[in-house]
């Protein structure tokens, strides 16, 4: 290589930094990815079914950029199903799949033969439309089940259905791929293992580990294959992801310039309808050259050169016109994906760029990559500081614990809904549930610190709905009341405690009150991000560049619950701890409103949920005014107006009518009956249907009616 692509590789390697491809921002990738498994898990366990949850790819390698806008790539497992590799795999009980292998049965790919579950035998007869009977009378599970069942659940919540290869989605942002495990890798991934006895990479340790990962079996026949309906791919997956988790961050950075080369450059040559070159492409032969090259190669100075190497591995798969899996033997990645003519095209291309000394990297968009190139060595920050990290490290960590608020949002909607009368008693199962999977042997680390999440969210409402219950009956608190509002307060930074405020406020306790709003206000300063897991999205959708700061240096689970704010909710089990106006927000409908609910509202709009500063100063407002003190009271009321008077605050409100109300029963406590309607009149334009405003306003007509 030339002696500025030393220079030019500790340029690049900087450049990366700045835009997300760091320890740093790779690690934060990792883990949310894996606490969001967990959480996935732990959320299908709560509610009865044995499925395991996994994110692969580029989000949760940590190999991409927010300009190159890769998808999440979800894989989920249904654990009741037994894949038999051999009959010794059968298991009594179960719903049992063999492996079979026909002559003529593409590389990769298998058919499942249905097998009895009381004795080891072949299911011979079914009319069941998800299994094919063949003429040998042998049973076999169509892959077009998985697309039926996909397609029926879009159609029941009125999303499109989008199919990719074995992804089925209502999203192209996302990619849902239903799949079987299988605990004993087939003979084509067996003999891999000892093929890599003689590489310089992956290391033994690492082939030890992967040993033990199995594979999965996904719902893909091959392309114009006779059996293409009933055909199984098998993919593994947990052994890739290994493998990119045992990468340090040259490797990565190389792999995401290919990604950017790829999305920018490649796709100029491959023309052809149907034809791609894609990231697995890339990843594959990354994998390849890290097998083949010294480990001093890949250094920080010759990142250039490391990804030269990759692109001659490319190079090499295209004048060959065979690209062959890293890890299943006999397979070709180029069939069916990428046509010869745009094979040639593509080497052509790929042949000039290193010709011509890799300046297309200075052409590149992504990222602005190619202008940060030609900036440097001035204009570029360090990484821990750069804005694009914090603002995906920000990002990772609302979208992490909006997804916890969400399970809890599940399992509250599904406990109100339920016949057993006693609120209570439900939670209490619901926790026992979820105390007995934290000590089970097979529940991971990951597992059993989402659950620890997951419990306190649950206190957080058992003690609210106990209160309640207390308060209504007029009866004393007891005793474990005040541990479950101790161990539950630092959900996050405001919303427990705000619930424990209301909860004096509405016995009167009003010092108590104040006390514990004084706390929340202390905390609630511009570093925190509000969250919401109603489903809906801000107007202005805007994380506070404070908190995304916070977020580079501060990414566990404990130090994030500092800085994020989630949205005050009462069920109607908690009423009694709740402002008696807020009472309104749980039967919000008027007429057919109900009817008009999206599904995801329909999981909250019998409670009462308003954002966690609004709330506070409307709470404030109302415990000032039973002490007395007038001047705290009216320094409440002119914040939470301020609020309602700046755009750029109402727009980053997820519940502004709710907002709204509350201002307006604040001008009601005023006097200012004229000023409180015109204040329900805007929060009925920001939403018409399922608003309380519509009772607040009729209520107000009628009193001044009745006053005239």
Known sequence: MPAFCHHLSEVLYQVLECVGVNPWVVEMRRQTFLHREAAKDVHYHQAGRDITTFYFGSQSEGTTTPGLQSDTDMLYTDNPVNIMYSWADWQQGKFNLLMVREEDTPPQHYLLQWIRSDV?????????????????????????AVVRGMAAVCGDHHLPHLRHGPSNSPSEDHDYVCAFYCKTSPAEIISWFTKMQHGFWPSQETLHAARMCGCFLVPAGCHGSVNEEIEWRITPNLIERLLMFSLNMVPIKSLVVLKMLKKQEFVKYITCENCKFTTFHCKTALFFTLNRTHPTVWTKNRLIECIVRCLQTILEFLNQGECPHFIVEGVDLFDGKLCRECQLRLEMAIQGMIQDDMHVLFHLQSDDLGQRLMALPHDVRPYPGDDVNAGICGKLSRDMFDQNLSHVTNVCHRLCNSEEADMITRLNNEINILESLEVNPSTTQYDKNYIKIFVKSLMSVKASVTSSSCIEAGLPLPQDIWELYGESLNTDVASSKLKLASMHYCRGEFRRAESVLSEVEFDLDDSVQPVCACGRKPYNEKLSETFCEYTVQNYSHEQLTKKLAFCVRFLREERFCAPLFLWYEMYRAVGDDIDQRRP?????????????????????????????????????????????????????????????????????????????????????????????????????????????
């Open 120 to 144: 080891p035998l072949p299911v011979t007869h079914t009319d069941d439309p998800d299994f094919v009977t063949d003429s040998q009378g042998r049973v076999f599970y169509s892959n077009m």
């Open 600 to 708: 995801s509202e329909r999981k909250w709009m019998d409670w009462a949920v308003v954002d966690a500063l609004p709330f506070m100063l409307y709470l404030q407002y109302l415990t000032y005014r039973g002490l007395g003190v007038r001047h705290r009271q009216m320094e409440a009321f002119h914040r939470l107006q301020d609020i309602l008077t700046s755009w750029d605050n109402v727009s980053q409100l997820y519940h502004p009518e709710t907002v709204l109300n509350l201002f307006g029963h604040c001008c009601e406590l005023e006097g200012d009956v004229q000023k409180a309607l015109k204040v329900y009149n805007a929060s009925l334009r920001v939403q018409p249907r399922n608003n309380a405003a519509n009772w607040h306003k009729q209520r107000l007509e009628l009193l001044m009616n009745n006053y005239n």
